[in-house]
């Protein structure tokens, strides 16, 4: 059986910069109404970065929700309609100062659809050149290569506590074993 919610009507509570939050009502399968609340967001890319040598390319940057420097691969927001696999591209340069002779479609991942319509899109970069870096004016980070065994253990051990970065490598390290 499908399961489905019919939305009846939706109010905008918030129009942000990055954000668009709204409340709809909705009509639950057994007839009964309820109120969704909704985060729209245009979505973002996630690159797991590899070096010959089997280091991966991460970036400390603060971040201000949690008050603390996090160690995160590469990643930034889409601009709204904008090709997945070129805004990685576009990020990856601009946060590393690194180009990618491969660039691989990983995969997308959900990270809060319990009330956010945010898509991740993840790829996978080798064959890395270096390039220019060219942050935002409002950005701030640092560049670390870690070797992808430390860094799989820093997710193991809760290190790296991003999601889209422990979603990343260990896909990464499950498909390495399968010979993926």
């Known amino acids: 059986m499908q399961h489905l919610e019919e939305q009846l009507e939706s109010q905008t509570l918030y129009d942000g910069k990055i954000i668009r ?24 890319v996630c690159v797991l970065a590899l070096t010959e040598q089997q280091e991966v390319l991460l970036v400390r940057q603060f971040r201000y929700p949690y008050g603390e420097e996090l160690l995160e691969l590469p990643a930034g927001k889409r601009e709204p309609g904008e090709d997945p696999r070129l805004c990685g591209i576009r990020e990856l340069e601009e946060e ?17 659809p319990g009330y ?4 991740i899109y993840l790829f ?3 064959d890395l050149r270096p390039s220019r ?14 070797p992808l065994s430390e860094a799989l ?16 490598l260990l896909k990464y390290a ?4 399968q010979g993926k």
């Open 153 to 168: 253990a820093m997710v193991l051990d809760g290190r790296l506590p991003d999601a889209k970065t422990q979603i990343a």
């Open 116 to 119: 956010c319509g945010e898509i």
């Open 96 to 112: 590393t100062g690194y180009q990618a002779g491969e660039f691989l479609d990983f995969g997308r991942l959900y990270p809060t």
């Open 21 to 44: 939050v709204v409340r709809d009502r909705v009509r639950l399968e057994n007839g009964r109404e309820a109120f969704r609340e909704v985060v729209h967001h245009p979505g973002g």
């Open 174 to 177: 499950a498909l390495s074993s």
């Open 133 to 146: 870096q060219h942050l935002d004016e409002d950005e701030f980070l640092d560049v670390v290569k870690l």
């Open 124 to 126: 996978l970069a080798r």
